[in-house]
């Protein structure tokens, strides 16, 4: 079984209820997919058992000893990447379009680390994830490594928790296809009730199961409700709401999960919500 903890933007939530069942699911393994601003080890804590860089971009360069100086690369370039038979790695793709006009095949791909794969063993069991150079680009295929990574941790019959990437670009697709069930996280605001129109579209899309948790439920009664009519009218289960409660400021400043936090009721409504679904993913 594979759960993947979504939302329509970054900002509702989302971690705090990944950290939180990240800890209360001592045997699951974990993936923090949300490569670009990874936190779970964060709260996890443990120590780092596997670390390779990942190979995501490709850049072009000139060997200058073979180059004829015609300028047909210059004039390829549709990225502007070229000046005065020298490459800016910035501006390259790396779409291999130079190469194939150079007649002097002075133009070589090298491969461009843009990050790194790791696995980390927490108290609370095995956590892949990833670190991604700021501003690196292909964050969905990094996304997939991490989960390739975590599934030789595990078996078929264990439960992945994902924590997933927010919004609906291409990381947020690579952390949602495969997965059987989907908690969406979404804050009662009218930008937030149409974020998360939009990445239920994209779990339909994907045949994954759609659960729901309104999270601060209580800042805006009425459009609660509007997501609630709306889910029940979808037949689409509203699993937790959350209320607000100043004690998750404390645990994000504190490092540690939520439901830790015993006067906490977010923490309690965060446990009551892992054992509803435990019994429905089960
Ligand atoms: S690989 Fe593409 S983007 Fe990079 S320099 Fe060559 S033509 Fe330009
Ligand atoms: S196309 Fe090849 S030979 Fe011509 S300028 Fe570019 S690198 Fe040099």
Known sequence: MQLVIISGKGGTGK????????????????CDCDVDASNLHIVLGGEDIEREPYI??????????????CGACERMCRYDAIHDFKINPLKCE??????????????????EVTGDTLVTQTTRGILSRAHMIP???GSGKLVTDVRKKAKKYGTDEDLYLLDG??????AV??????????????????????DFKRVLSVVHHFKVHPYICINKYDINERITKEIEAFCQEASIEVI??????TWVDTSINGLKPIVLYEESAAGHAIRDMWHDLQHKIG
């Open 15 to 30: 971690t705090t209820i990944a950290a939180s069942f990240a800890y209360l699911s001592q045997d699951s393994i974990k």
């Open 56 to 69: 995501g971009a490709k850049a072009a360069s000139i060997m200058p000893d073979k180059c004829i100086q």
């Open 94 to 111: 790396g779409c291999a379009a130079c190469t194939v006009v150079c007649p002097a095949n002075a133009i070589e791909l090298k491969d």
């Open 135 to 137: 501003g690196a680009e």
């Open 165 to 170: 990437t927010p919004g609906v670009g291409c």
């Open 173 to 194: 697709m690579a952390s949602i296809t495969g997965c059987q069930g989907a908690l969406i996280v979404v804050e009662p605001t009218q930008s937030g009730l149409s």
């Open 240 to 245: 937790g709401k959350i209320p607000f409660d």
